[in-house]
């Protein structure tokens, strides 16, 4: 049996893409599976934890022992993640948009002109919100998804949103990153840094929570 090394943990884990609609019939989304966030997900609820997942439109199975919200937007996925405060981890593992449109038509869009331009605006950072929240948490972990300079932008991000850590990960490769059932990446907080290499998510979201369990320690 795993040691239950997180027992009477509260963990917020997010998982998956959002979806953002442009009119009843068509969204803007990206290629995340959900499959990173939820074996993360499962790999906490294993070690004892209490595991909300706050999935965006994905078609896994819930993990035993983890209780999920599904949600659809960035705004929703926001709305869902700030409402399960407060929490000891947060691990936002979703791929959130940057983006969302400025108004959302409420018939289909006609195609009319040769030419359709969209306008979009930002989305809220939840987990620079989490990260910056009153209720305060022991751990604000983040992900990076880049497609280049991965560890300067990574290490951007650590600082930009006051996390305690943030996770790269290299996309738009075939082996790795997006949908792929393997991942490799790299952790970095304040004074240290591990690598992972290349495994199946599962494998990879147990050797995260281990750090995970560390810094908590530390
Ligand atoms: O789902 P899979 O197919 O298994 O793929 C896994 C993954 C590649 C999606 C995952 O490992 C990963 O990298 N997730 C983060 C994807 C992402 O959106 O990264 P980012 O660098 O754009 O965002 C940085 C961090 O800010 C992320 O923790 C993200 O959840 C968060 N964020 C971003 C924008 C926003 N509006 N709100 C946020 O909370």
Same mark, same amino acid.
């Given at each position: ?146 497609? *280049?300079?991965?560890?300067?932008? /990574?290490?951007?991000?650590? %600082? &930009?949103? @006051? #996390? ?5 990960? $290299? ?21 240290? *840094?591990?690598?992972?290499?290349? /495994?199946?998510?599962?494998? %990879? &979201?147990? @050797? #995260? ?5 560390? $810094?908590?320690?530390?």
């Amino acid at each position: 049996a795993l040691a239950q090394t997180l027992a009477g943990e509260r963990v917020v884990v997010s998982a998956g893409p959002t979806y953002e609609d442009l009119d009843p019939v068509r969204y803007l989304g990206n290629r995340s599976s959900g499959k990173m966030g939820f074996a993360i997900a499962a790999a906490a609820a294993r070690r004892g934890a209490e595991v909300l997942l706050v999935a965006g439109p994905v078609s896994l199975p819930t993990p035993v022992g983890v209780s999920r919200i599904d949600v659809r937007s960035a705004v929703q996925m926001r709305q869902a993640v700030l409402g399960a405060l407060p929490a000891d981890i947060y691990i936002g593992a979703a791929a959130v948009a940057d983006y969302t449109p400025r108004t959302q038509m409420a018939n289909k869009i006609k195609k009319s002109s040769e030419r359709l331009d969209l306008d979009l605006v930002r989305t809220p950072d939840i987990l620079a919100e989490v990260a910056a929240s009153e209720q305060a948490l022991k751990l604000v972990v983040g992900f990076a998804a880049e497609t *280049e300079n991965v560890a300067e932008y /990574a290490r951007g991000k650590l %600082l &930009a949103k @006051r #996390l305690d850590m943030i996770v790269a990960n $290299r996309v738009g490769i075939p082996d790795g990153g997006f949908e792929s059932d393997r991942n490799a990446m790299t952790a970095y907080w304040k004074d240290g *840094e591990r690598d992972f290499s290349s /495994a199946p998510k599962t494998e %990879l &979201a147990d @050797r #995260l929570v281990d750090l995970i369990v560390e $810094r908590l320690n530390a």
